[in-house]
């Protein structure tokens, strides 16, 4: 299994971007997937998951209504679209393959087995 994260880079406060993660060597419908980000000195945390056929979703607290998760199994590839971006938002972004095969989604680091490399996010004031 191999997942390839893009889509970071710098951007003012109030700004959009988004994250995209390709996933490869696995039946990608069949699983989860999530977000999760990670801020110097500070645990990786979640952002948002999503359930394998996408019915599901579900954002962190911080970043509800300003980050949508979405997915397109055709092209084997979860979104992330990031809105209303705010300096508490940089971090290094991940996304992440769920441990088994499930028809909902998973917030918790230990339920999740694959990473991607990582992609940063910073937003400025």
């Known amino acids: 299994v191999q997942l390839q994260a893009s889509g970071g880079g710098l951007v003012q406060a109030g700004g959009s971007l988004r994250l995209s993660c390709a996933a490869s060597?696995?039946?990608?419908?069949?699983?989860?997937m999530g977000w999760f980000r990670q801020a110097p000195g500070k645990e990786r945390e979640f952002v948002a998951g999503?359930?394998?056929?996408?019915?599901?979703?579900n954002c962190a607290d911080s970043v509800k209504g300003r980050f949508t998760i979405s997915r397109d199994n055709a092209k084997n590839t979860v979104y992330l679209q990031m809105n209303s971006l705010k300096p508490e938002d940089t971090a290094v972004y991940y996304c992440?393959?769920?441990?088994?095969?499930?028809?909902?989604?998973?917030?918790?680091?230990?339920?999740?087995?694959?990473w991607g490399q990582g992609t940063q996010v910073t937003v400025s004031s």
């Open positions: 992440a393959k769920a441990l088994t095969r499930s028809s909902y989604y998973y917030t918790s680091l230990g339920e999740y087995d694959y």
């Open positions: 060597g696995l039946t990608f419908s069949s699983f989860a």
């Open positions: 999503i359930s394998g056929s996408g019915g599901y979703t």
